[in-house]
């Protein structure tokens, strides 16, 4: 397997981490780093670097981001975001892989990158319903704009510094494996 290949991974599965805090935000700026030429696109998602894509992408990472400030209404997009996250990082995965087997390509990209989007979306969905339910709401704001923080973060460290984003995912997931259990062991 070659430095390029594994590179590829490592930015597939950083922004795929990073779809689990906002699910547009990493493809639109995958999109606008293909457009520029920065990161290759595999050669059937060359449509993610077209500026209908950019465009569109552009217009819904806003749209993501100004309704998450509104606390009813980012416990509903919530709902359907997990999903979305999974589908958005599998995107992201099979859109950047170099070099790789489809078979293989096709799986790092469901397991890892879908995977890893719906893991964090589902613990950050249930970071805001603890918010709605100890502040009525009145917090959410302050958890959405931390959450498209450490997507945006997480999003450039992927672009920038691939292997250092993939090392942070994979903390990020300890961590959350030792939260969660954690919460198993108390009693209810």
Known sequence: MSIETLISI???V???ASSGFRVFLPLFALSLSAYFGWWPLNDNWQWLASPAALTILGVATVAEVG???????DNVLDSIAIPLAGVAGTVVMASTVADLNPAITWTLAIIAGGGAAAAIKTGMGGTRLASTATTGGLANPVVAVAETGAGLVLTLLSLLLP???LVLVAGLG???LRLYRRRQQQPI
């Open 10 to 12: 490592a930015l597939g």
């Open 14 to 16: 950083g922004l795929a």
């Open 67 to 73: 309704a998450y400030l509104i606390p009813w209404l």
């Open 163 to 165: 292997v250092l984003a």
């Open 174 to 176: 300890f961590w959350l």
